[in-house]
T-cell receptor, first 115, second 110 residues
């Protein structure tokens, strides 16, 4: 089954304790992206990757890191989490064939709480 | 900068009533996508509109793309409980980024 898998689904941590949220897709998609979702603000892009070893900042990259060493994986790293990073996080992927943006496939989300 | 405004933020309807959400972009869009997010779920792609004035239907859902390709709407006829969720529009800001509306939450009154 074609899917984007995120782990964990829920995570509670304390300020300053490094964490990684994993994301993996099995659709051979070139493009992967991380979003955070906060009430009233919709989806805001954190980082995206156009292909292996190619990443770029989205709209809210501060406090986050990413890497794309393999096509299927795109982990999100919070080196020193702070309470303002408490949010619902989504990983998404899509192919980049064709003239127009193809649809995004989202993971099930990771609800992060930083105390 | 480029913005996509989506209204309303919430809409409460009785089951069986219609629902409409509107997206307005500050710039012309090459295409617009619509997604649905069920409560506790993740956004799921519904449709993409590409042509000026395009209208597409999926059962009780009707999607429109404006003539100037700066606005779009989603209309649901005779809402059902399965329609509950938040509906998002999104348009391309670049080859690699989408700009998202803030979403409209459809709530069915008990």
């Amino acid at each position: 089954e074609a899917q984007v898998t995120q782990n964990p689904r829920y995570l509670i941590t304390v300020t300053g304790k490094k964490l990684t949220v994993t994301c993996s897709q099995n659709m051979n998609h070139e493009y992967m992206s991380w979003y955070r979702q906060d009430p009233g603000l919709g989806l805001r892009q954190i980082y995206y990757s156009m292909n292996v070893e190619v990443t770029d900042k989205g709209d809210v990259p501060e406090g986050y890191k990413v890497s794309r060493k393999e096509k299927r994986n795109f982990p999100l790293i919070l080196e020193s989490p702070s309470p303002n990073q408490t949010s619902l996080y989504f990983c998404a992927s899509r192919g980049i064939q064709g003239s127009y943006n193809s649809p995004l496939h989202f993971g099930n989300g990771t609800r992060l709480t930083v105390t | 900068g480029q913005q996509v405004m989506q209204i309303p933020q919430y809409q409460h309807v009785q089951e069986g009533e219609d629902f409409t959400t509107y997206c307005n972009s500050s710039t012309t869009l090459s295409n617009i996508q619509w997604y649905k997010q069920r409560p506790g779920g993740h956004p799921v792609f519904l449709i993409q509109l590409v042509k000026s004035g395009e209208v597409k239907k999926q059962k009780r859902l009707t999607f429109q793309f404006g003539e100037a390709k700066k606005n779009s709407s989603l209309h649901i006829t005779a809402t059902q409980t399965t329609d509950v969720g938040t509906y998002f529009c999104a348009g391309p800001r670049s080859n690699y980024q989408l700009i998202w509306g803030a979403g409209t939450k459809l709530i069915i009154k008990p």
